[in-house]
């Protein structure tokens, strides 16, 4: 793993923008370190201002499968670097006692609270999370100092993992109602501040929400912003869209109604549809890659020449597409609410760490073999992860129970950042998309032209416009992988909650 480099000429132009504007941000604005690191032996774990604002600078740990921050923990404070999981609403960090880190694998870190002076425990073995992929975290519950950047959350509640599988914490910003004790307890009252609501607690900002920029995959940067927007971060229109309560009435999770998507490319435009629309679809930073109904999926695979792999238990498409010139446009909240654009270069992904793999047979015969961002799943709530946040600025409101989606603007190196006015102000430079009574109106399901799948092929470079005349179109026959090493497939329900979701 490469270090924490200290070094301006190693960052890079893009960073040297974002560490200037850190500079020149005005009071009240705080963002977290940005980290230059390597990420080998990743854990197949991941199957699955202008007023008070705070914003934090998160890495694109493209191997680990996620994006990670740096604080510090207790008195002095200890520095770690947990994963930033919107899909759970818990903080958490491994002891230094565990087992996993007794074998050197919490090189992102691990706190030791007979070394803080202001450690309690307040909940002697209640903490306790699982994830479906069969790992886990256990131990006590316990508040200490809890440092963002220059700015210090005094009495937070946090999980330590004594018993954990896993070798980095994750810092949870979902809602409160979603933290583990409370399913673990099945009660309402045992839920306490999360770090959202705490900040809040001690006036560090104004209400609970926060704005999410992850950048584009070969970035290694991108920020989150508490209590607070960037105006430069987006293209085009913030528009307001709902989020969806369990069928109990409670927010569990962002739930939002996807109700289009078509492929475009230079060859065609498709509707795609689905007997799921209107798709619940989890807006999920803690999930790598995103998963949306089979029907839906198929046509998706179709139009891009991606193929499941039985032996990977994953779709998965020829490197060289990543240069395609064919992209997807999602629509939400009905006809009239926001569409964000993805393209292909956030919809392949290298499938190992080392030398790809290369199919062995059929028409991409020599070809290096990728993992495709969207994968196939079979119930609700559905997920939109990392492969899709990449393409979107999305803002969070915890209080007024809505999102606002915007097309990033992917790169950018200049800041607006505008403060939530109160508690209970409706998210700034938003408006609230019209008609959204309408997403409950279904589109039939059918079968599209495949009219763009042939320029899906065209590979010709980087532009994201023109047509190549000599694009073949087709599936890919199956291929042959020897010893594949899979390295991140994507946490696929990350504490999303309970119960059913409705939309209708």
Known sequence: MKGYTSSALLLGPALLSQLALAQQAPSGVVQWDIQKRHAPNAPNRLLRRAGPTHQAIIQNEQARGGYFATC?????GQKVTLQLDTGSSDVWVPDSTASVCNKGSCDL?????SKSTSYTVVGQGEFDISYVDGSSSKGDYF???FKIGGTTVTNLTMGLGAETDIAYGLVGVGYAINEAIVGNTHSLSSQYPNLPVSMVDDGLINTIAYSLWLNDLDASEGSILFGGIDTKKYKGDLTRIRIYPSSNGYYFSFIVA???LQAISPSGNDTLTSQEFPIPVVLDSGTTLSYLPQDMVNQIWHEVGAEYSSRLELAVIPCSKKTSKGYFSFGFAGPDGPRITVRMDELVLDLTSGNPPKYTSGPNKGQ????FGIQNSTSAPYLLGDTFLRSAYVVYDLV???IALAETDFNSTESNIVAFASMSATIPSATQAPNQAAVTNRPAATSPAFSASSGFSDTGGSSKDGKD???SAGMPSAFGVAQV???GIAMVFAMIGSGVFVLL
């Open 72 to 76: 510090e923990m207790g008195t002095p």
């Open 109 to 113: 870190g691990s706190f030791d609270p």
């Open 143 to 145: 508040t200490d100092v």
């Open 258 to 260: 996807l109700t289009s």
């Open 368 to 371: 290096d073999v990728c993992e």
């Open 400 to 402: 007024n129970n809505e």
């Open 469 to 471: 005349e000599n694009a």
């Open 485 to 487: 090493s899979v390295m």
